[in-house]
């Protein structure tokens, strides 16, 4: 099969690839309009985007309301986490099992302790693979930045290809995770996963992947919501977009169903109000 006359040059292939790039976190498909389709257009292109920013605060949304919903066993595999990471040896298979037991899938029927140590058991082997494959970079890359950032050294000029590699690498590294807890996936799986997920939404993992650093920092700086909260969050929420991310579907118990959905939208029997449950709830105990 032939290419179309236009991809035959480079500035044809520039062209189509700059387009391709411009609308790739979108979800609608785009068409080159020189090889016979439509252009999305500027205005197209920015709907997309307010959808993926859309879809992205969702999913952080989604993830916090995970933890919250279960704070305290959350709770206790934070700190079990952290005794295992200190530990250094159970870190990796504590990683793996802290990312399964925020399955937001298992909301319904919440896994008990029991799994978890099963879960820790049968991964720690492909955990370490992971750990190793991954784990290393990104601490390396973190100690260049720290060692070599307001210096005089030649290679001060590598800090933001370093900084960049960082953020890159480390969700890179929280994608895989969490593949291979939630998928049960081998590091080779797991690193594909991760990757796929990457590439098919790229704005969005590098937004993802700020936006932890962001929040790490400020919980790290208060310390106690760190140890208690901060890694069953972060796993709550890379869950999420891992998920979404693999097209993996996620029965939300709180959701409506499709009856209710259908009155809703008919505007019949509509949900009272914040303030009219609250003023029914008064009179409730008022009468008795």
Known sequence: MTRPAVYQTPAGIVDAVHGYVSCLNGRLPYNDERSGGRSPGISACIHRGSRGTVRFFRLVWRGTRDLFDQMLPFALYSILWWICVLLIVPGPPATVALFFMCDPRRRISQ????????????????????????????????????????????????????????????????????????????????????????????????????????????????????????????????????????????????????????ERERGLNPDPSFLSRLRGGKRAERSN
């Open 111 to 262: 896994p008990e302790f029991s799994d978890a140590v099963e879960i820790f058991k049968s991964a720690f082997l492909r955990s370490w693979k992971v750990a190793l494959v991954t784990v290393p970079f990104v601490l390396i890359l973190a100690w260049n930045l720290i060692f070599f950032s307001g210096t005089d050294h030649v290679l001060i000029a590598l800090v933001p290809l370093w900084i960049i590699m960082l953020v890159i690498l480390y969700i890179v590294m929280l994608f895989s995770f969490s593949v291979a807890a939630l998928m049960e996936s081998g590091p080779r799986n797991a690193l594909r996963g991760s990757m796929y997920v990457l590439v098919s939404r790229p704005i969005s993992g590098i937004a993802l992947s700020l936006f932890l650093m962001v929040i790490g920092s400020v919980l790290a700086v208060m310390v106690l919501p760190m140890a208690l909260l901060g890694p069953a969050l972060l796993a709550c929420i890379v869950n999420r977009f891992v998920l979404d991310g693999l097209h993996v579907p996620v029965i939300d118990p709180d959701s409506p169903t499709d009856e209710r959905q259908d």
